[in-house]
T-cell receptor, first 115, second 112 residues
Framework: KAGVTQTPRYLIKTRGQQVTLSCSPI?????VSWYQQTPGQGLQFLFE???????NKGNFPGRFSGRQFSNSRSEMNVSTLELGDSALYLC??????????????FGPGTRLTVL | SQQGEEDPQALSIQEGENATMNCSYK?????LQWYRQNSGRGLVHLIL?????REKHSGRLRVTLDTSKKSSSLLITASRAADTASYFC????????????FGTGTRLKVLA
């Protein structure tokens, strides 16, 4: 099976702009989670989607939003970009099955730089 | 901070030695997972351990979980230069929670 893919891999934006990142999970995986990784804050959970529903959200402002499509692909959007949004954005997919517990498989990430 | 803690923050050992990393978390958990990350790339899943398990092995990796102390440890035996990476634990809370809280990570350097 193909792994988790994220596009684009690198992105440069200026303050005030908005950005959309895309994540395609492993085929058959219905759960997609998003994380932000920065040197100062480490890995922070953004949100998790399962079958097009957001089940959990991290402590990020409303400028960060996401959605999941019927084919499980997910997008996250950041509006009104700030310098502090510069980070590696990671997407992870999993297939919880009936136990609700499964490994998360991560994509390579999108490196966002805000100037 | 929501983050779990890991120690040590950095570890430097010789090839062939064992490396032990510790992780502490703050709330009761459903499961805990360990990941490896090379130079700011994506994370590679290593081991998942459920809250009712105490120890798991995978190749040269051994993970223990002590829910009474809210801690876990990752042991890498007979380390290799290729094990040089950052290692993270991620804990998931009980029912109704689907988010993972990551630890601060341990940077491991294995010297050839």
């Amino acid at each position: 099976k193909a792994g988790v893919t994220q596009t684009p891999r690198y992105l440069i934006k200026t303050r005030g702009q908005q950005v959309t990142l895309s994540c395609s999970p492993i085929s058959g995986h219905r759960s997609v989670s998003w994380y932000q990784q920065t040197p100062g804050q480490g890995l922070q959970f953004l949100f998790e989607y399962f079958s097009e529903t957001q089940r959990n959200k991290g402590n990020f402002p409303g400028r960060f939003s996401g959605r999941q499509f019927s084919n499980s692909r997910s997008e996250m959007n950041v509006s009104t970009l700030e310098l502090g949004d510069s980070a590696l954005y990671l997407c992870a997919s999993s297939d919880p099955g009936t136990s609700g517990v499964s490994e998360q498989f991560f994509g390579p990430g999108t490196r966002l730089t805000v100037l | 901070s929501q983050q779990g803690e890991e120690d040590p923050q950095a570890l430097s050992i010789q090839e062939g030695e064992n490396a032990t990393m510790n992780c502490s978390y703050k709330t009761s958990i459903n499961n805990l997972q360990w990941y490896r990350q090379n130079s700011g790339r994506g994370l590679v899943h290593l081991i998942l351990i459920r809250s009712n398990e105490r120890e798991k092995h995978s190749g040269r990796l051994r993970v223990t979980l002590d829910t009474s102390k809210k801690s876990s440890s990752l042991l890498i035996t007979a380390s290799r230069a290729a094990d040089t990476a950052s290692y993270f634990c991620a804990s998931r809370g009980g029912s109704g929670t689907y988010k993972y809280i990551f630890g601060t990570g341990t940077r491991l350097k294995v010297l050839a």
